[in-house]
C-alpha cells in the first residue's frame, strides 16, 4: 500500500508560478497529477514513469513541468505562467507500468490563480 503526501499549493495572481511536491511511502512505477475545478470533473495533468517518459495534458503543455527523483520516491510539479483556469485542487497520484490510470491518490491540494 502506497501513501502519498503531497506539499505545496495556494494562492498566485495570473501570470505568476507555483510550485507542488509529492512524497510516496515507496518506489512507484508512474507518478503524476490530476486536478479538480469546481463544478467539473477530475482530469489529468500530467505524468511520469520511471524512466522520466513524461506526458502533459494539452492545456498545461508549455507552461507546467514534471520530474522526478526515484531515489527520494518524490514528483514535482513547476506551474509558470498561470491562469485562472488553472484554479483547481490537484492530487498527487501513482501507478504501475501496465495502466496509466492511477492506483493511488494523495489527499489533494488548493491551486488558486486570480485574476
Known amino acids: 500500500q502506497v501513501q502519498l503526501v503531497e506539499s505545496g499549493g495556494g494562492s498566485v495572481q495570473a501570470g505568476g508560478s507555483l510550485s507542488l511536491s509529492c512524497t510516496a511511502s515507496?518506489?512507484?512505477?508512474?507518478m503524476g497529477w490530476f486536478r479538480q475545478a469546481p463544478g467539473k470533473e477530475r482530469e489529468f495533468v500530467a505524468r511520469i514513469d520511471w524512466s522520466s517518459n513524461i506526458y502533459y495534458a494539452s492545456s498545461v503543455k508549455g507552461r507546467f513541468t514534471i520530474s522526478r527523483d526515484n531515489a527520494k520516491n518524490t514528483v514535482y510539479l513547476q506551474m509558470n505562467s498561470l491562469k485562472p483556469e488553472d484554479t483547481a485542487v490537484y492530487f498527487c497520484?501513482?501507478?504501475?507500468?501496465?495502466?496509466?490510470?492511477?492506483?493511488?491518490w494523495g489527499q489533494g491540494t488548493q491551486v488558486t490563480v486570480s485574476s
Open positions: 497520484t501513482a501507478g504501475n507500468m501496465f495502466s496509466a490510470t492511477p492506483d493511488t
Open positions: 515507496k518506489h512507484t512505477f508512474t
